[in-house]
């Protein structure tokens, strides 16, 4: 299978350029090679109302890093005036990466006022740095506390830059300048990510019925530790990563102890890292599987979780397509998740929060996969405007520093949404 070759092939992994980062490499690494093609990215990627990034609230993080990276030209001075409407009224936050530090930050450079407070950025800046905040190292400036893993900081283009501060030859270079070269100058949040990008993958394909090579679980188990596995590169471990780590070493016929989830346990639920500002379902619906089911009170926890309409809802992706799918895979099914499935679905057959996707289709069909009932003529009407979706790029919907597209994961999700279309309608 061609993704699974890439894993192996391509070590940077398949995730999209951030405006977020990319505006922080504008701004604070203008002598990065590719620093004007950047600039045209940001240019060509601001919407009509002068915003960047997704819809609603999640176009204030990316807005404020463009804004900040343009300077005093037009696109700046369109997005400035766009940021005063989303400021002047109260702030609502996505429930995206560090998003209470970045906003006051990137406020303050700006001179702009928020109902933020800013107290917690400001007693951040005054004592060494958590390993979680590393990956927005620079909101913060170099630190002599962080540390380097083959010379990256947080698995971030722009953490690296800043604690390297100025064009220094060795390994951070070669790694910055590998990473705007792959994308032809704008860069993703987080690169690279390869348990992650793997796990997610191996999990997705394997819990269809379809076949992964058990030496995948290779490399997967080379980067283990007894904290845990981490997403890629100078990231600490958390609990999400370790739990969908470990049940995809369990697909694959290579389980391993637990014991790792142990630290990250908080009374009824797993935090993702210590100190967590929110909990996260998909992360606990990970460590459900990964203790084979075997935790009532977590099990309880998430049927606690869950919405009255019938879905879940998650720290870690913007819609809850995403979140359900993870929950209900975990828990075997949900009729009332399928019952707000089959009720949301759109007349193209496709789902979706802000419009039809093919990814948020193909989770709407894992959810369906489970139930007992006769659900197959919505997962053929899904799974066709899956097929129909042809080379479209795929609209950013996880949570990092502002919204990205795992491309790898997502086709790995909608090649195992089509298969289970075929053996549940055979």
């Not at 987080?190 to 379809?210: D, K, Q, T």
Request: with cysteine; aromatic share 8%.
């Amino acid at each position: 299978m061609r993704l699974l070759a890439q894993l192996t092939d391509d070590p940077w992994g398949g995730v999209s350029p951030s405006v977020y980062e990319t505006g922080r490499l504008v701004a604070l690494a203008p002598w990065l090679t590719g620093h004007d093609a950047r600039i045209r990215y940001l240019e060509a990627t601001q919407h009509a109302d002068g915003t960047w990034g997704g819809p609603g609230e999640y176009a204030l993080v990316p807005t404020l890093s463009a804004v900040d990276a343009l300077g005093d030209r037009t696109a700046a001075r369109k997005g400035l005036e766009a940021l005063r409407r989303l400021l002047n009224r109260p702030v609502t936050l996505p429930d995206t990466v560090a998003v209470e530090l970045i906003v006051p930050a990137l406020a303050e450079r700006l001179g702009l006022r928020t109902s933020l407070d800013p107290r917690p950025l400001h007693a951040l800046r005054q004592r060494p740095l958590p390993a979680k905040l590393w990956h927005t190292l620079e909101i913060f400036g170099p630190r002599p506390e962080v540390t380097m893993t083959n010379g990256i900081v947080a698995a971030s283009p722009a953490a690296t830059a800043v604690q390297l501060q100025h064009p220094r030859p060795g390994k951070s270079l070669d790694y910055l300048e590998a990473v705007q070269r792959r994308h032809r100058g704008p860069v993703p949040a987080g690169v690279p990510v390869p348990l992650f990008e793997r796990s997610w993958i191996i999990v997705a394909l394997r819990s269809a019925g379809l076949d992964v090579p058990d030496a995948m679980a290779d490399h997967i188990s080379a980067v283990f530790s007894e904290e845990g596995a981490a997403g890629g590169p100078g990231l600490p471990p958390d609990a999400d990563d370790t739990a969908t780590a470990l049940h995809a070493l369990a697909l694959c016929g290579s389980p391993r102890s637990t014991a790792p989830l142990d630290r990250y346990r908080e009374a009824r639920h797993f935090a993702c890292f210590p100190h967590e500002r929110t909990p996260s379902t998909s992360t606990n619906a990970h460590a459900l599987q990964a203790l084979r089911g075997h935790d009532r009170q977590l099990e309880e926890w998430l049927r606690d979780m869950q919405e009255p309409e019938g879905f879940w809802r998650d720290k870690w992706h913007a819609s809850p397509y995403y979140a359900t799918a993870c929950v209900t895979n975990a828990l075997k099914g949900n009729e009332k998740a399928v019952e707000w499935v089959l009720r949301t679905q759109r007349d193209d057959g496709s789902w979706g929060r802000w419009e039809g996707t093919y990814e948020e289709t193909a989770y709407a069909i894992r959810i369906l996969s489970h139930s007992q009932r006769d659900v197959s003529r919505a997962m053929v009407r899904g799974a066709k405007f899956m097929q129909d979706w042809g080379d479209q790029p795929h609209p950013p919907l996880w949570h990092d520093k502002d919204l990205y597209t795992p491309t790898r994961i997502v086709a790995a999700e909608g090649k195992a949404a089509l298969h289970l279309t075929c053996v549940g309608c055979r």
